[in-house]
């Protein structure tokens, strides 16, 4: 079993910055990636970004250039970075992992953007 618990999100106004976290708890040696989905009201839930245990990158074409993942081994811990925020990138972002061959979710958190 992993836990994730996200932290960050809120509100700013566009162009603007933002960041999340998400640590992971449990059996955590047993992570292959983490990663943020997020989910806009009336949407699917959609890739943002991952970050595989060796620091490989994967970026959804919309946040190229304005998102960054991040990770911290040590702490088991992923980070978003988002700058140049728009107000399409309002949405519910849930911290993602996959482990032991299971998909493990955080709880969400706001990200809204005002124009």
């Known amino acids: 079993q992993v836990q994730l618990v996200e932290s960050g999100g809120g509100l700013v106004q566009a162009g603007g910055s933002l960041g999340l976290s998400c640590a992971a708890s449990?059996?955590?040696?047993?992570?292959?990636?983490m990663g943020w989905y997020r989910q806009a009201p009336g949407k699917q839930r959609e890739l943002v970004a991952i970050?595989?245990?060796?620091?490989?990158?994967n970026y959804a074409d919309s946040v190229k250039g304005r998102f960054t993942i991040s990770r911290d081994n040590a702490k088991n811990t992923v980070y978003l970075q988002m700058r140049s925020l728009k107000s399409e990138d309002t949405a519910v972002y849930y911290c993602?992992?996959?482990?032991?061959?299971?998909?493990?979710w955080g709880q969400g958190t706001q990200v809204t953007v005002s124009s």
């Open positions: 449990g059996s955590i040696s047993s992570i292959m990636y």
């Open positions: 970050i595989t245990t060796d620091g490989t990158t």
């Open positions: 993602n992992t996959l482990a032991s061959m299971r998909n493990y």
